[in-house]
């Protein structure tokens, strides 16, 4: 479990790490979120396989309709900007 921890907490940092303007989808950045997303569905096959009750969720659309799935967030005041969530 330590493995797929890891790896939960490497793809959530490639994913919100957000360039300005924001890259484009084939870009070197898009291509390593991409590789992020796949290593991380392996690992969690892996644990599936091993047993573990593993369950993932890709979050997209705006911020205020997805922030109360993400426990770790840092608190925004969304109210102001019409933030979306880039995937």
């Given amino acids: 479990m330590a493995i797929l ?3 939960i907490d490497l793809d959530e940092a490639v994913h ?3 360039f300005v303007p924001p890259s484009e989808r ?14 991380l569905k392996r ?14 969720k890709q979050l997209s659309g705006l911020y205020a309709d997805i922030c109360a799935s993400s ?4 608190i925004l005041d969304f109210r102001r900007a019409n933030a979306r969530i880039l995937d």
Wanted: charged fraction near 25%.
């Fill in 5 to 7: 921890r890891a790896w």
């Fill in 16 to 18: 919100s790490l957000v």
């Fill in 26 to 39: 084939y870009s070197w950045w898009g291509k390593l979120q991409q590789e992020s997303c796949r290593g």
């Fill in 43 to 56: 690992v969690v096959e892996q644990a599936m396989g091993a047993g573990y009750n593993v369950r993932i």
């Fill in 71 to 74: 426990k770790d967030d840092q």
